[in-house]
């Protein structure tokens, strides 16, 4: 088993540093995602204080190698589906922070209309199949979305492209979700049908308030549950974003040429509360710092300047991207909120005209086909005959 | 209306027919559930779609149905249109949070960027002494949920015409087969045809009671509709076809005509395709009725194992001729 990381005594991940150079203007792109994503859960924290966010709100902060590490590995084409902390995926996919903040404003201008919220944001044009709210029930979905590019790219497509399946999906969990039996069940399916899914746990240790040792065997070792389910388990290094894409960088070509799943024990750390509400009481604040020293933006910066960054570059990347956060929330200040009309728009893809709720007598069938053999005159327009 | 090849075949063919004939059609259409391909169905439904279609098309699932139902889900969430076939429907209770959770919402959620065209179908209802966990009816509790289509199909014609508007469709549709029907022979032409949802057929014409009846259901109302001729009462069976979208049109019109409605809805009384009709024939019809809308339904207690108490759970004839009876003051 390729392990690319090792945990020491107190449980932090210690990274190897054997890896290739990543080009400078690669990297600085890195850091300024990553800072991206920090500042807009920052921003994001604010406006939950001050009630622009409504619901629940899970940020990122701390995990923002993860995001951007593995994402950089992959291509706009793979599809990839998370779990409700998903703002920074939405992030370093490529959505517009102005659309990933309207949504959490509930303002027509977001990426779900703010028919989602923060906790599922979904993006067609990159490939972002959601955002899921409940614990575990996106890995499913991610298999399948493995199996239909398998079954367009081997079946559909036989004929073109030598019929070879060529695209990976990513499907993101939390550690708090690796005992939800849809996960084991999606596990043994990925494992079963040879899907081409690389499922990543972002082990931040903690379910909720609850430590991966309190709720999960094996907690220690977790990339072992994978053997069941005949894939190969690999721990990285979530905490050091050259190490998190180059190791994925591996995994990625490997299931694009083999169509079989990978199981990814992500190591990181969540420096906030498991949502707003959270006080944190279940972890010492010792524990707690010891994991910000090894702030995954500070490593990034550090090895940049090693590399030539200079304090007037890093600030400049700051002052982007405050401005850039600003003017999301600006702009999703400014957003309308969603017309009234839109409660009973896109329930059903309307191929009855609008639907108003059930027991109405708008809620009537056969516009489209015309049905051969029905006993019931159908060139009587219902909706007159109602009135 | 000229209809050339009439032959007979049996519902489970017809249901067959429907996906056969949309697989080769559509490559994006492909059967998945547990015993559907080497085994050929656990009820046979699916019988000699593998040799067709191959394992690729049509495939063996694990005993897992939250997991399959879900993959299935990410798989249409991406353009294929997958079927995935509950053994029964009372299996499908452990897919829960997929069925209902899933399917049903992305369109909404994604604010219209993700559809989900499947279609989930098997066995539905008691009468095969199979115990409380095998007896769902799951149209009162799957049918508050908005963003599905229910179908409930009576009939060959019927199951083979609505399937292939079920394959076709945009949206997430439960398609409710009853194990009691599958070797029920009838009339299905050999020509292509489909029936949309949403439209209710007049399975018998009557003037003095609207009985408006779901499935299998449909059968023994139309049962007692001839039993009830001999007591001069004239009876109109409304087979409804789908429950979302319900065709409120044609009972409201019925209903007017004959002045009274029963409900026939295997599933419970209490939140059920049966109360929604009622409350709807309430709201429309109010002048026009001359009695309450009757409801007639499965007993609400759990499903019992013993013969003669499930039959008495059941709705049966003998209690739907009592409720036509009584809602027009003849009992």
Not at chain 1, 159 to 176: P, Q
Not at chain 1, 260 to 287: A, Q
Not at chain 2, 175 to 190: D, H, K, N, Y
Not at chain 2, 254 to 278: H, L, M
Request: hydrophobic content about 40%; aromatic content about 8%.
């Amino acid at each position: 088993m390729p392990t690319s990381a090792s945990s020491n005594a107190d449980g932090q991940v210690r990274p190897k540093s054997n890896r290739p150079e990543v080009p400078m203007a690669t990297a600085k792109n890195w850091l300024r995602e990553m800072m991206l994503i920090r500042e807009f859960e920052l921003r994001c924290m604010q406006a939950y204080q001050d009630k622009k966010i409504g619901g629940f709100c899970h940020v990122y902060i701390g995990q923002e190698a993860v995001a951007v590490g593995t994402i950089a590995a992959t291509e706009a084409r793979d599809p990839i589906v998370t779990a409700y902390r998903d703002h920074g995926h939405a992030l370093a996919r490529g959505m517009d922070p102005k659309h990933c903040m309207a949504e959490m404003y509930g303002r027509i201008g977001g990426c779900a209309k703010g028919k989602g919220g923060s906790m599922h944001m979904f993006d067609r044009d990159n490939n972002l199949f959601g955002g899921h709210g409940i614990v575990g029930a996106q890995i499913p979905l991610g298999v399948g979305l493995a199996f239909a590019t398998k079954y367009e790219d081997e079946v559909i497509n036989a004929d073109k492209n030598g019929g070879k399946s060529n695209r990976v999906t990513l499907a993101f969990l939390g550690d708090g979700a690796l005992n939800q039996g849809s996960v084991h069940e999606a596990m043994n399916l990925a494992g079963l049908f040879d899907l081409p899914v690389i499922i990543i746990c972002e082990n931040n240790g903690y379910s909720m308030g609850t430590s991966i040792v309190r709720g999960t065997t094996m907690g220690h070792q977790i990339s072992l549950k994978s053997e069941a389910y005949g894939m190969e388990g690999v721990e990285i290094d979530g905490m050091d974003v050259i190490e998190t894409y180059w190791a994925m960088k591996e995994l990625v070509d490997k299931v694009r040429a083999t169509s079989r799943p990978i199981f990814v024990d992500m190591r990181c750390y969540r420096f906030k509360g498991h949502s707003m509400s959270d006080p944190r009481k279940y972890r010492t604040r010792e524990e707690e710092e010891r994991y910000e020293q090894g702030d995954p933006i500070g490593v990034l910066k550090a090895h940049l300047e090693l590399r030539g960054l200079t304090e007037d570059d890093h600030k400049e990347i700051q002052r982007e991207v405050r401005a850039t956060v600003k003017a999301s929330m600006d702009w999703a200040e400014n957003s309308p909120t969603p017309p009234s009309s839109d409660l009973y728009r896109d329930v059903y893809r309307e191929r009855w005209g609008p639907y108003t709720g059930t027991s109405e007598p708008e809620m009537l069938g056969g516009a489209e086909i015309e049905c051969k053999f029905n006993a019931i005159d159908t060139t009587i327009d219902r909706k007159a005959d109602l009135l | 209306m000229s209809i050339a090849t009439m032959r007979e075949i049996e519902f489970r063919d017809a249901v067959r027919e429907a996906m056969s004939e949309e697989m080769r059609r559509d490559m994006r259409v492909m059967l998945m559930g547990e015993e559907v391909a080497q085994y050929n169905g656990a009820y046979k439904v699916s019988r000699g779609m593998l040799d067709e279609f191959g394992p690729r098309r049509v495939i063996d699932t694990p005993i897992s149905e939250s997991g399959f139902a879900g993959m299935a889900i990410g798989a249409a969430m991406m353009g294929l249109r997958p079927i995935v076939e509950f053994m029964s429907w009372s299996f499908s209770l452990v897919a829960a949070d997929p069925i209902l959770n899933n399917a049903p919402k992305m369109l909404y959620m994604s604010g219209g960027q993700f559809g989900c065209p499947i279609v989930f179908r098997g066995n539905d209802g008691a009468g095969g002494q199979l115990g409380s966990t095998h007896s769902w009816s799951v149209e009162g509790l799957f049918s508050n949920v908005p963003g599905i289509k229910m179908v409930i199909p009576s009939n060959p014609y019927d199951a083979k015409g609505l399937m292939k508007t079920a394959i076709r469709d945009d949206d997430p549709v439960f398609f409710l087969e009853s194990e009691r029907l599958l070797s029920m022979r009838g009339e299905v032409p050999e020509e292509e045809y489909l029936i949309p949802f949403g439209q209710a057929r007049i399975a018998r014409a009557g003037t003095d009671c609207t009985i408006v009846a779901f499935g299998r259901m449909v059968n023994i109302a139309l049962e007692v509709g001839i039993e009830l001729e001999k007591e001069g009462i004239s009876c109109e069976v409304l087979d409804m076809r789908t429950i979302r979208p319900l065709d409120a049109a044609s009972i409201i019109r019925s209903v007017k005509r004959t002045g009274a409605c029963v409900v026939v809805d295997q599933s419970w009384s209490f939140g059920s395709p049966g109360s929604e009709v009622a409350a709807l024939v309430h709201r429309e019809c109010f002048d026009d009725l001359d009695n309450y809308v009757h409801r007639v339904h499965s007993a609400d207690v759990p499903a019992p194992y013993a013969h003669n108490l499930e039959q008495e759970y059941l709705p049966n004839a003998r209690r739907i001729a009592e409720a036509v009876r009584s809602c027009l003051y003849r009992s």
